[in-house]
């Protein structure tokens, strides 16, 4: 453990007394993907830790240096490269992330920003976000500091051939970082063994994300609803969800177009929100499958703006092709929405099929069609999930419940 009993305060005004962690991470707020969510999620219930940020500065308007939360963010200036596309307006994670060379330049600005913050106040741990470029830099500081106890959280979300393939030649660097780690917390008991099978020893903890519950409290839930309201408005189904290929987006619209030439009902709608590289292609398809108008494209949504569209939905599906964990379907579930899902990756951890939401097979309209049409006519199934489903995530996903076991974690890696 790093000795920082003695050290001066930080340059950021925070008391070094207790526990001083460095977070590696790539993108931070204002993203609001479901890593860097977890992240102020968890530090802001941890008020007696002090946690700095390494991250990237892609938008040149983005202050250097600020406070969210509990957590300093230092925003490592953008390079500027000839080629790099610029910053569009859309917040799509992905689309700000530049080329490959902007990513390596992160790694080592990051790096060299915590050995300067190192010096000057030690870290205690520091704390990987994704086993990614941020890993990179968070691992070059383990081999210079070995004694400073290196924490990895897993949220990927990519199958393990997507992420194999974007780690090519470099993957024995990549896999140092698991064998370098000193504690790995994964979101999903599929991202724990994903780690154990690419070198990891160290101990391994499945900590899901969580869900706030007091955003989803008074809102409607589904054994609230009346049976006769579907008969005089369309059911409203409803995904969140980046618009890429993984999510199954294309999937679900090939249902709808099934669901539509379905004789016991067409009274229905689709809602979609989030964006991505995929909307154009997928507003096509729907045109094509001509259910373009029972399809609406909603965009990126607020996080806190999302729990009153789950209020007005009746169900929720996402046809992912690989999945972490998904976030998504733990809010569906927090509003009382009854859920369809895919037998892949992280949702295996709360979907029980019959029990808490349906499972359709990847990739299969048909079969997809089938479970929406299934809850749509059996409305004591409906009330059975959506009951079932909010009391699993209430009692076993709050973030209050997850913040604690991560203070834990924290606290271990600080003592030891």
């Known amino acids: 453990m790093a000795n920082n009993k003695n050290s001066k305060s930080s340059e950021f005004g925070a008391p070094s007394n207790g526990m001083k962690i460095a977070i590696f991470s790539l993108a931070y707020i204002p993203f609001v993907g479901g890593a860097e969510l977890a992240v102020k999620e968890v530090t802001d219930r941890l008020p007696h830790g002090f946690f700095a940020c ?7 308007n983005w202050l250097a240096r600020e406070k969210i939360g509990n957590v300093d ?8 490269i000839s080629g790099i596309r610029k910053i569009p307006e859309t917040p799509d994670i992905n689309r700000y992330y530049g080329r490959f060379w902007q990513k390596v330049f992160y790694v080592f600005k990051a790096w060299r920003a915590a050995e300067i913050e190192h010096k000057n106040n030690p870290f205690d741990a520091i704390w990987v976000i994704m086993a990614s470029y941020a890993g990179m830099a968070a691992l070059f500081f383990k081999l210079r500091h070995p004694t400073v106890p290196l924490f990895l959280t897993l949220q990927e979300g990519d199958t393990e051939a997507h992420i194999l393939s974007k780690v090519n ?20 008991n599929y991202l724990a063994d994903f780690a154990r099978r690419h070198g990891a ?5 499945v900590v899901p994300n969580g869900i706030s519950p007091e955003a989803f409290s008074g809102e409607r839930l589904a054994s609230n609803k009346k049976s006769e309201t579907p008969n005089v408005r369309p059911y409203t189904l409803i995904t969140t969800s980046r618009l890429v290929h993984k999510n199954g987006i294309d999937t679900l619209i090939r249902a709808c177009a099934q669901l539509s030439s379905a004789s016991w009902r067409t009274n229905y709608k689709l809602q979609i929100l989030g964006s991505g590289p995929d909307e154009k292609k997928l507003k096509k398809l729907a045109n094509d499958l001509s259910v373009g108008d029972k399809i609406q494209f909603l965009g990126h949504i607020e996080p806190d703006k999302i729990p009153e569209y789950l209020s007005r939905a009746d169900i929720f599906v996402r046809a992912s092709r690989s999945e972490g964990l998904g976030n998504s379907f733990l809010e569906a579930m927090a509003a009382g929405l009854p859920i369809i899902g895919t037998n892949v990756g992280g949702i295996r951890d709360f979907l029980i099929d019959g029990e808490t939401g349906l499972f359709s097979k990847v990739g299969d309209p048909a079969d997809l069609s089938d479970k929406i049409l299934l809850l749509m006519k059996n409305e004591e199934l409906r009330k059975k999930l959506s009951q079932n489903g909010r009391k699993l995530v ?5 973030w209050d419940l997850i913040a604690g076991k991560m203070n834990k974690i924290f606290n271990k890696l600080c003592a030891s």
């Open 394 to 398: 209430i009692e076993k996903y709050s």
């Open 169 to 188: 030649i470099f993957y024995p660097l990549w896999r140092l970082l698991f064998k370098k780690a000193d504690y790995i917390q994964a979101i999903s």
């Open 54 to 60: 390494f991250t990237y500065k892609f938008d040149k």
């Open 201 to 205: 020893k160290c101990p391994i903890e």
């Open 73 to 80: 963010v230092i925003r490592l200036p953008n390079t500027r």
